[in-house]
C-alpha cells in the first residue's frame, strides 16, 4: 500500500501540517489507499535518518518518492484539504508566467474600455488576484484550472468589447452624419439669405428640431441607430429642399421683377389683345400673394410655390415675347390667326370667367410657351417689312391711277408673302378698295362699278348654264335657277352712278351668287 511520510519538527508550520495531516488520514486511506507515517525530527538520530530520506528541511512531507519542503508542504496539505488527490500533487510543474500575462492583458484591456471586470465576471477580481500572488511553477492540474477561469473572463470580456467597438463605430457614424445636418441646415441658411424674398425660419426650426444630438445618446445603442436614421433622412430631406430653392433662382428674380411692377404693362397689353382681365388679375393675385416674401413653414409650401413660380416664369417668357409684337404694332389676333384652332381654343379659354384663373394661365403658359417666340419671331421680320410699306403702297398707289382695277397677284414688285399685308394696310388707311376675287381698286368710280357689274353679270349667266346642263341630268335645281334670276334681276336695276349704293349691292349679289355656286360644286362632287 502507498504511503505518505510526513516530517515534522515543532515549529509552528510543522504544528499546522501535522493537524491537517491528522484529519486527512481516514479520508486518505480510504479514498486514495494511502497511509500516513508521521515522523518527528527532534534528535540527532531522527535528523540523519530524514536526511538520508532526503529532508534536509522542514516540515516536509513525502509521497511516492517526491519531497515537498516548508512552503510547498503547507501547500500541499492545503491542496489535499482542497479535495486534492495525493496522486494530482505528484503531477508535474509548469511555469505561472503565461497566466500572469494574460491577467495584467485582461485588466489593461478593460483599462482602455473603461469596463469594470466584476460587472461581466464577478469572480475576476479573486481570480486574477490569486495568479498575480502564484509562484513562479505551479501544478499543472492548478495551472489548467487557472486558464479555465481565465478563459470565461477573456471570454465575457471579449463579448463586452464587439459592444464597445461596435458602440464606439455606431457614435462615430452618428457624429459624423450628425455634422453633415448641421452643414445642411447651414448651407440651407445661406442659400435662402441669398434670395432675399425667403424667410424659412419655422422650417428651419423643424428641421432642427428632429435631429437627434449622438452626445445625449451616452452609450444607448438603440438612441444611436435612432440618430443615424433621423440624420439620414434630414440630409435628403435638406438636399430635395436646397434643390428645390435652386430651381427657383430664375423664377425668384421673376416674381421680384413683377412686385416691382415690371409686368404690368405687358399684362394690360395681353388683356387688350385678348379682350379679358385674366392676365392682370394673375400679375395682381401674385402681388397680393407674395408681397410680403415668401414663407415656408413646411416642405408642403415649397410644392405651393413652385407650381405658382413656374407658372409665373413661363408666363413671363410669353410677355416678354409679347414686348416684340407690341413694338412690331402688329395686333396678336392677327399674328395668331396663322396658328389657327389652337390659337381660337385658348383665346375662348382665357375669355371664359367659368374657368381657374389657375388653369387659364396654364393653358395659356403653354400655349406662350409653343408659339409665342416664333410669333415674336414673325414680328421682328414684319416689324423690319413694314419699313418697306410706304414704297410698295406707293407701288400699288400708281397702278390703280393707270388701271383703276388691279388682281393682288399683279403686284410683282412686293413679295408674295406681304402682298395681302400691304393691301389690309392701304384698305385700313382707305387708300384702297378690296374688289371679290382679289382685286383691288384705289377709288370707287362709276368705271370701276361698270367693271364690277359686268363681271358679276357674267359669273350670273355662266351659272344658269351649268344649272341647266345639270337639269338635263336629271336633277331638279328650281330653288337655285329662282335664286339666280332674282340676282340677275337685282343686278340689272343697279344703277352704278350711285357708286357707295351700287358696290355694296354687288358686294351683296357677289357673296350669294358664291354660296349658289359652292352649292352646285357640292351635288356635283356627290
Known amino acids: ?273 385678348f379682350k379679358t382681365s385674366a392676365f392682370s388679375d394673375f400679375i395682381r393675385r401674385i402681388k397680393g400673394k407674395y408681397a410680403d416674401g415668401i414663407v415656408f413653414s413646411s416642405i408642403s409650401d415649397i410644392d405651393k410655390v413652385k407650381k405658382d413660380l413656374s407658372l409665373l416664369d413661363a408666363m413671363a417668357s410669353g410677355m416678354e415675347a409679347g414686348i416684340i409684337v407690341r413694338r412690331s404694332g402688329v395686333s396678336l389676333d392677327k399674328l395668331i390667326t396663322t396658328i389657327g384652332n389652337e390659337a381660337s381654343s385658348i383665346i375662348n379659354i382665357v375669355r371664359d370667367d367659368s374657368i381657374d384663373l389657375d388653369e387659364k394661365m396654364l393653358a395659356v403658359s403653354a400655349f406662350l410657351s409653343k408659339h409665342m417666340r416664333s410669333l415674336a419671331s414673325v414680328a421682328e421680320v414684319m416689324e423690319e417689312a413694314k419699313r418697306m410699306f410706304p414704297i410698295w403702297e406707293r407701288y400699288v398707289s400708281s397702278l390703280l391711277e393707270s388701271r383703276n382695277i388691279v388682281k393682288v397677284e399683279e403686284l410683282d414688285r412686293i413679295p408674295k408673302q406681304w402682298r395681302e399685308a400691304v393691301i389690309d394696310d392701304m384698305v385700313e388707311k382707305k387708300m384702297a378698295i378690296r374688289l371679290p376675287d382679289g382685286k383691288v381698286t384705289g377709288k370707287l368710280r362709276k368705271e370701276v362699278i361698270e367693271s364690277y357689274k359686268l363681271e358679276v353679270g357674267s359669273r350670273i349667266n355662266k351659272t344658269f348654264k351649268i344649272v341647266s346642263k345639270m337639269e338635263i341630268m336629271g336633277m331638279n335645281l328650281a330653288e337655285q335657277e329662282k335664286e339666280l334670276r332674282e340676282l340677275l334681276s337685282k343686278l340689272e336695276t343697279t344703277d352704278p352712278s350711285d357708286v357707295v349704293s351700287a358696290y355694296n349691292v354687288l358686294i351683296e349679289i357677289d357673296k350669294r351668287l358664291k354660296e349658289i355656286e359652292n352649292r352646285l360644286k357640292e351635288m356635283v362632287s356627290r
Not at 538520530?45 to 522542514?58: C, P
Not at 491577467?103 to 474600455?113: F, G, K, T, V
Not at 492548478?142 to 478563459?151: I, N, Q
Not at 473572463?153 to 464597445?164: G, N, Q, T, V, Y
Request: proline share 3%; hydrophobic share 40%.
Open 1 to 273: 500500500m502507498p504511503r505518505i511520510d510526513v516530517y515534522l519538527s515543532d515549529d509552528k508550520t510543522s504544528l499546522y501540517v501535522e493537524k491537517a495531516i491528522n484529519t486527512l488520514k481516514p479520508s486518505l486511506k480510504k479514498l486514495y489507499g494511502y497511509d500516513v507515517r508521521i515522523i518527528k525530527v527532534n534528535n540527532s538520530t531522527a535528523a540523519l535518518m530524514a536526511l538520508k530520506e532526503g529532508v534536509d528541511e522542514l516540515p516536509a512531507i513525502k509521497i511516492s518518492g517526491r519531497i515537498f519542503k516548508v512552503v510547498e508542504a503547507e501547500k500541499a496539505v492545503n491542496l489535499l484539504l482542497s479535495g486534492k488527490s495525493p496522486d494530482e500533487l505528484l503531477e508535474r510543474k509548469v511555469s505561472s508566467e503565461a497566466l500572469k500575462k494574460r491577467a495584467e492583458n485582461i485588466l489593461r484591456n478593460a483599462e482602455s474600455m473603461s469596463i469594470s471586470l466584476e460587472s461581466i465576471a464577478p469572480q475576476a477580481g479573486d481570480v486574477i488576484k490569486n495568479i498575480r500572488n502564484l509562484e513562479s511553477e505551479i501544478y499543472e492540474s492548478e495551472f489548467k484550472e487557472l486558464d479555465l477561469e481565465l478563459r470565461e473572463i477573456e471570454d465575457a470580456l471579449m463579448r463586452e468589447s464587439k459592444k464597445f467597438h461596435k458602440i464606439k463605430e455606431v457614435k462615430s457614424q452618428a457624429e459624423d452624419l450628425y455634422k453633415q445636418v448641421l452643414d445642411g441646415v447651414s448651407s440651407l441658411k445661406e442659400i435662402i439669405s441669398r434670395t432675399q424674398i425667403v424667410k424659412a425660419d419655422a422650417l428651419i426650426r423643424s428641421l432642427e428640431s428632429e435631429v437627434i444630438n449622438p452626445s445625449s445618446c451616452g452609450e444607448d445603442a438603440s438612441c444611436l441607430e435612432k440618430s443615424i436614421d433621423m440624420s439620414r433622412n434630414l440630409i435628403s430631406k435638406i438636399s430635395s429642399i436646397r434643390g428645390d430653392i435652386s430651381s427657383l433662382e430664375k423664377p425668384l428674380l421673376v416674381l421680384k421683377r413683377v412686385i416691382a411692377g415690371e409686368f404690368d404693362d405687358s399684362a394690360a397689353w395681353f388683356d387688350a389683345e
